[in-house]
C-alpha cells in the first residue's frame, strides 16, 4: 500500500485498542428515506457513540438483506439514490466536520456498472474507508481487491458460520477488518444466533492479526455488550433501520425530521450503554 | 481463438463460459456450492445414478418425446420442413422434469430431505413438487405473488401435490423475486436443504448442472432427425427465459457448426418500449442472481422489471452460457413480441392441433418467421417446451374468447 495517510478506520480501530474499547458501527441506508436525513443522521450518530458507519447503498435486488433492509432500499430507490449520491452525501458530511470512519455497503452489479477504478478514486476523495461486497466472494474479488489496494481503500471480506475451513483463506486476503456473519440468514433482527458463536469467533480471531467485528442480527444493548468481549466491532443495522421506518412520519417532513434524527440517535446512544 | 477452432468445453474451472458465469454469492452459501459441485462431478459418472435417472425419464416422465414432423404447418409456411420436439408430451406438461428428476436424485443422495425451488410460470414449481412427492422429500416453492394470480392452476396443482406454496411479495413479485426469496432462504437453511434451481442460471455450478440434465432434449433430436431424415437439422429454434430447454436443445449441436441455433426472448409489447424481456437484444454485462451475464438495468446497476406475457419468460436475466454463445456468435437471438408469440399459439392451435405454451409459442412464433426464408428441403427444429393448458386462463383474458357467454 502507498498511500502515507493512515487510513481512517485502521487509526480508529488501533485507537479502540489501546483504551480497551469495541466500536460500534451502525449501518444506514443512503437515502432512507431522504439525503437530508442521512447526512444529519451521519453527524448525530457521530456525536451519539457511533464509532464508524456503514454506508448502505441501496439496491433493486438485495439478496443477502431481509425484508427491513430490502424496504429501505426500495424506499431510498423511490428517490433515485444512486451510488454517486452515498460517495457525495459522505463528502458532504466531511465538510460539516464529521471524523469517523466510513464503510461503504454495496452489491457488486452496481460496482460493476460504476466501475471499480472510478468507484475506488472518488471514494479516497470522499474518505470512505473501505467496502463489503457481500456477493462477491474470496473466488470473485481478486481483481477488485488489486485496485483497492492501489487506492488504500480496504475491501472488507464476510466469514460465516458455514465458512469452516475456508475462514483461513479468506482471512489471509483480508483487508480492515474481518466481518463475522453472526448465523445463517440475511441481515434482520433474531432471536439467536449460530450455536458456537464464541468458537467460531475464536476461529477468526486466530486466523487473522485484523480486528473482527460480528453482523447479522445484532439488535440490543445487550447483544451488543455479549459481542464485545470477542470483538473489536459490533454492526448495528436492521435495528437501527426499523427506528428509521418506525420515524417516517417525523423524517419525512422537512419540519419534523430533526426530531426523528434525534430519536434514532437516542437509540444509537442506548445501544452504547 | 475463435469458437470453430476448437472443441466446445465450457465451464472452465472457475465456472465461467467465456467472461460470463461465476459465483457470486454470499459467503454462506459458497461451501454448500462446493459440496453441490463436488457432488454432482461424483454422480455425473456414476452409473448407477445415471441409470436411475434415465429410467425415471423413460418410465416416470415418457421419454424418449417424439420428434414430430408438423406437416400442415410446413406446407401453410411453404418453406423449411418443420418438426417439433415435444416436450410438452412430458409428465406435467413441460421440459422442466427432466431436470427436476435429475436434481432431486443429487438431493436425495447428498441425504437432504428438504427442497426448495423457485417458479415463474410454475412449471418448473410442479415439476419439483411432483418429484418430491415421487421420492418423498419436503418441498417448498417461492413463487411471486404476481405469478400466483396469472398461474392459479399451477399453485393449485402444486399443492395437491403436497407442495408448500410461498408467496413471494417482494420487488415486482414475479420470477426474479421468487429466485431472490429462495436465495434468501437457502443462506438461513442451507445445512439441511436443497436448492432445484430451474433454469440454467444462478452461480456455478447450476447453469452446467441443468444443462446436463436438460441436454437430454438435444440428444433425442440428434438422434432421431438422423433416424427420421439422415442428416442434422438445418436451423434449431427454442424460447429463452433463464434458457433451459434451449440449452439442453442446443448443447448437443454446438459442435455442429452447420446446425444454426435460434433463442426467441420475449419482447413483451416491444422492443421500443420499456415492457419486454430481451435481454439480450437490449442488454448488458451485469451481475444477477448469482452470475455474470446479459441483464436488464439502468446505468447504476439497477435491474429493471421485465414484461412478458408469459410468465416463464418474463425475466430480466438469462444463463451465462446463452450469454457465451450470443457473444461468440455461436447462437443467435430474436425478439417476438406478446402479440406474435399470441399469433403464433393459434396457429399452431389451428394447424396442428397443439396448443404450445405461451413460452413455447415465441419459438413458434420465430420459426413462422424463419420457415419462409428457407429452401424445402431445409429442416427447421421447434423446441415445444410445454402444454400450453395452464395459459387457457391468461389466453382468454386476452383474446376475449368468452363467445358464448
Known amino acids: 500500500m502507498n498511500n502515507t495517510v493512515m487510513n481512517r478506520m485502521d487509526a480508529a480501530f488501533e485507537k479502540l485498542k489501546s483504551e480497551g474499547k469495541t466500536a460500534l458501527i451502525p449501518f444506514i441506508t443512503v437515502g432512507d428515506p431522504h439525503i437530508d436525513v442521512t447526512l444529519e443522521l451521519l453527524l448525530g450518530m457521530e456525536q451519539s457513540g457511533a464509532d464508524m458507519i456503514e454506508l448502505g447503498v441501496p439496491y433493486s435486488d438485495p439478496l443477502a438483506d431481509g425484508p427491513v433492509i430490502e424496504r429501505a432500499s426500495a424506499r431510498a430507490l423511490q428517490n433515485d439514490i444512486t451510488l454517486r449520491d452515498s460517495l457525495q452525501v459522505a463528502k458532504k458530511a466531511r465538510e460539516r466536520g464529521a471524523n469517523i470512519p466510513y464503510v461503504l455497503f454495496t452489491y457488486y452489479n452496481p460496482v460493476f456498472q460504476y466501475g471499480a477504478e472510478k468507484l475506488f478514486k472518488e471514494m479516497v476523495d470522499s474518505e470512505i474507508s473501505g467496502i463489503i461486497i457481500p456477493d462477491l466472494p474470496l473466488e470473485e474479488s481478486t481483481p477488485i481487491r488489486e485496485i483497492a489496494d492501489r487506492y488504500s481503500i480496504h475491501l472488507v471480506p464476510l466469514v460465516a458460520p458455514t465458512s469452516k475451513e475456508r475462514v483461513q483463506q479468506i482471512a489471509q486476503h483480508g483487508r480492515g477488518f474481518i466481518y463475522c456473519v453472526s448465523s445463517l440468514g440475511v441481515t434482520g433482527v433474531r432471536s439467536s444466533f449460530a450455536a458456537n458463536i464464541e468458537q467460531f469467533l475464536q476461529e477468526v480471531r486466530t486466523a487473522t492479526n485484523l480486528p473482527i467485528a460480528i453482523g447479522f442480527g445484532i439488535s440490543n444493548a445487550e447483544h451488543v455488550r455479549r459481542f464485545s468481549s470477542h470483538c473489536d466491532g459490533v454492526v448495528v443495522g436492521s435495528a437501527i433501520v426499523r427506528q428509521i421506518e418506525e420515524a417516517l412520519p417525523l423524517l419525512q417532513s422537512p419540519q419534523t425530521a430533526q426530531d426523528g434524527v434525534l430519536q434514532i440517535c437516542k437509540f444509537v446512544r442506548e445501544l452504547k450503554s | ?405
Open chain 2, 1 to 405: 481463438m475463435s469458437i470453430q477452432e476448437q472443441v466446445y468445453r465450457y465451464p472452465d474451472a472457475n465456472g465461467r463460459y467465456g467472461q460470463f458465469g461465476g459465483k457470486y454469492v454470499p459467503e454462506t452459501l459458497m461451501n454448500a456450492l462446493i459440496e453441490l459441485e463436488q457432488a454432482y462431478e461424483t454422480y455425473r459418472n456414476d452409473e448407477q445414478f445415471q441409470a436411475e435417472y434415465k429410467q425415471l425419464l423413460q418410465s416416470y416422465s415418457g421419454r424418449p418425446t417424439s420428434l414430430y414432423y408438423a406437416e400442415r404447418m410446413t406446407k401453410e409456411l411453404c418453406g423449411a420442413k418443420i418438426y417439433l420436439k415435444r416436450e410438452d408430451l412430458n409428465h406435467t406438461g413441460a421440459h422442466k422434469i427432466n431436470n427436476t428428476i435429475g436434481q432431486a436424485l443429487l438431493a436425495k443422495r447428498m441425504g437432504k430431505k428438504k427442497v426448495i425451488a423457485e417458479t415463474g410460470a410454475g412449471q418448473h414449481g410442479v415439476a419439483t413438487a411432483t418429484v418430491c412427492a415421487l421420492l418423498g422429500l419436503e418441498c417448498k416453492v417461492f413463487m411471486g405473488e404476481e405469478d400466483m394470480r396469472r398461474q392459479r392452476l399451477n399453485v393449485f396443482r402444486m399443492e395437491l401435490l403436497g407442495a408448500e406454496v410461498v408467496p413471494v411479495i417482494s420487488g415486482t413479485r414475479t420470477l426474479k423475486d421468487a429466485g431472490n426469496e429462495a436465495l434468501r432462504y437457502w443462506v438461513s437453511n442451507v445445512t439441511d436443504t436443497f436448492y432445484i434451481l430451474g433454469s440454467v442460471v444462478g452461480p456455478h455450478p447450476y447453469p452446467m448442472i441443468v444443462r446436463d440434465f436438460q441436454r437430454i432434449i438435444g440428444d433425442e433430436t440428434k438422434r432421431q432427425i438422423q433416424e427420421l431424415e439422415g442428416r442434422l437439422p438445418d436451423v434449431c429454434v427454442a424460447a429463452v427465459g433463464g434458457g433451459s430447454n434451449a440449452m439442453g436443445m442446443f448443447y448437443p449441436f454446438i459442435n455442429d457448426l452447420s446446425v444454426n441455433l435460434v433463442g426467441v426472448e420475449a419482447a413483451g409489447r416491444g422492443v421500443d418500449t420499456k415492457e419486454h424481456a430481451a435481454t439480450m437484444t437490449l442488454g448488458t454485462p451485469g451481475v444477477f442472481q448469482g452470475s455474470l451475464s446479459y441483464l436488464l438495468q439502468d446505468e447504476f446497476g439497477q435491474v429493471q422489471p421485465a414484461h412478458s406475457i408469459s410468465a416463464g419468460l418474463d425475466y430480466p436475466g438469462v444463463g451465462p452460457e446463452h450469454a457465451h454463445l450470443h457473444a461468440s456468435g455461436r447462437a443467435t437471438y430474436a425478439p417476438i413480441t406478446d402479440n406474435e408469440a399470441l399469433d403464433a399459439l393459434q396457429f399452431m392451435c389451428r394447424t396442428e392441433g397443439i396448443i404450445p405454451a405461451l413460452e413455447s409459442s415465441h419459438a413458434v412464433a420465430q420459426a413462422i418467421k424463419l420457415a419462409p426464408t428457407m429452401r424445402q428441403d431445409e429442416l427447421l427444429v421447434i423446441c415445444l417446451s410445454g402444454r400450453g393448458d395452464k395459459d387457457v386462463g391468461t389466453i382468454m383474458e386476452v383474446l376475449g374468447g368468452n363467445k358464448h357467454e
